[in-house]
């Protein structure tokens, strides 16, 4: 079911609910007060005969009879009855129908000053009076025909009233939920726009303060990370293909070469000397491509690691590879000298040495390593002298497999940063990189510290 049509069906049964509710309390509360009301005349009508007929002696008389025809509050089928203290009729201006029902009231007196009961379609009251020392019951009786004639009047109008009122309930409960509903189906039906080949729309995130702006809100977000993935992708795709190609084809053509041309066992070494080679570059290539894919899927083992270690390891990795250069290391401590991160020892000297190792490949000069704590942070910063990074290329020089314009000459394959900026990630931390062509590049790489 449509959640327009759930919530209709939910609006409606509640608003019936409370508007059925409403209407019997209209109807229970006016029919207690029309029977109030209409004892209360019985009352009235009946202490009115006790002083007429009763202390003014008119029992045995037409009195009563002449006093009906001018009373223009006589109520339809009225009867009054009077009792003595014997419980004997010695009035009534009708025949009783059951006379001894009516005397079984009599006794309930001893305990209320007047009761009220029912016979039939006749609401009656009894009610004690006492003239000269002598006890009598009067019993009067009546249909309130004006008062069942407006609660009949009432109960058509509140169904009516009913049946219109779940009428607009439903049209306004459609109503409503299609206006609360429509920023979903807007959602919806821009969403269904969005494809591998449009990544770049976006949901319309309407005031930005709603639960459904916020649900827009979220599902950009995720459209972002999406569309960063693809792009990501195709680039990774196309260089690893191009990458790849390269040298396999480059080996291909020298062993076929070898083997149709070459005579001579020198010439056979020479050509297994190319081929080893290349396939140096793709073995290399492959194990950056497996340590990316490592890193990214998130599944390493954190633990507590020490900075200060994992960066000279890499220092001295990086000298071995460069004997000779310079790379002084400095250290500024604060308060307390806590160089302490919850990572991995292998994944940060790994990004260590690819920062250190790109300072040195693009530097001939000295390298500078500084290390600094702080509150609740490490930073790590690597500075060279090199050709730097033209400025075009900055934004994709963390992007795999991407290689600036000024790097002819210098072997790599883009990886490297790459996979230090997943390491950084991983350990919770950032890495911003500053540089300008021919003045070198700053790497600064920041973790959160233990405390």
């Not at 299609?178 to 005031?207: C, F, M, S, W």
């Not at 990086?318 to 290391?329: A, E, I, N």
């Not at 991160?341 to 693009?362: H, I, M, P, R, S």
Request: proline content about 2%.
């Amino acid at each position: 079911m449509l959640i327009r049509n759930r919530l209709t069906i939910i609006f409606t049964i509640l608003a019936t609910a409370i508007q059925v509710t409403l209407s019997l309390m209209v109807w229970y509360f006016y029919s207690l007060y029309r029977q109030e009301e209409f004892y209360s005349r019985l009352e009235g009508k009946a202490r009115v005969t006790g002083r007429v007929l009763i202390s003014r002696r008119h029992l045995h008389d037409t009195f009563f009879k002449n006093m009906v025809r001018t009373d223009l509050l006589t109520i339809v089928d009225e009867q009054i009855s009077i009792y003595d203290s014997q419980h004997k009729l010695v009035f009534t201006n009708r025949t009783l129908k059951g006379p001894a029902f009516y005397k079984g009231k009599i006794p309930l007196l001893a305990a209320d000053s007047l009761v009220e009961f029912k016979s039939g379609h006749l609401e009656s009251i009894v009610i004690p009076y006492r003239d000269r020392g002598q006890q009598f019951y009067i019993f009067a009786s009546g249909y309130d025909r004006i008062g069942f004639s407006k609660l009949r009047t009432l109960q058509q109008i509140l169904l009516l009233a009913n049946l219109l009122g779940f009428t607009l309930i439903v049209l306004a409960g459609w109503y409503f939920s299609g206006r609360v509903l429509k920023p979903i189906a807007q959602i919806v039906d821009e969403v269904e726009q969005i494809t591998a080949t449009h990544l770049h729309k976006r949901v319309n995130e309407g005031n930005r303060r709603d639960e459904i702006a916020q649900l827009a809100m979220t599902f950009n977000q995720m459209l972002f990370r999406l569309e960063d993935a693809f792009v990501s992708q195709r680039s990774f795709v196309a260089h690893a293909s191009h990458e790849l190609r390269t040298p396999l084809t480059n080996t291909l053509g020298t062993l076929e070469t070898s083997l149709r041309y070459d005579q001579n066992p020198s010439d056979w070494r020479d050509s297994m000397e190319v081929a080893v080679d290349e396939l140096k570059k793709v073995i290399a290539l492959t194990n950056g491509l497996l340590g990316l894919a490592k890193v990214t899927d998130g599944t390493v083992a954190l633990a507590t690691v020490q900075v200060d270690d994992c960066l000279l390891m890499a220092i001295g990795q990086v000298q071995d590879k460069y004997p000779g250069r310079s790379l002084p290391l400095r250290f500024i401590a604060g308060e307390e000298e806590l160089f302490t991160v919850k990572g991995n020892a292998t994944l940060l000297t790994t990004a260590f040495l690819n920062v250190l190792d790109n300072a040195c490949k693009y530097s001939s000069e000295a390298v500078s390593i500084q290390l600094q704590t702080s509150v609740n942070q490490i930073t790590v910063t690597v500075l060279d002298r090199g050709r730097g990074i033209d400025e075009s290329d900055a934004a994709h020089i963390l992007d795999p497999l991407f290689r600036g314009k000024n790097t002819d000459g210098v072997p790599g394959y883009g990886i490297g940063l790459a996979v230090t900026q997943k390491i950084i990630d991983l350990h919770q931390g950032t890495i911003q990189i500053i540089s300008s062509i021919n003045e070198g590049t700053t790497v600064t790489i920041k973790l959160p510290s233990l405390i």
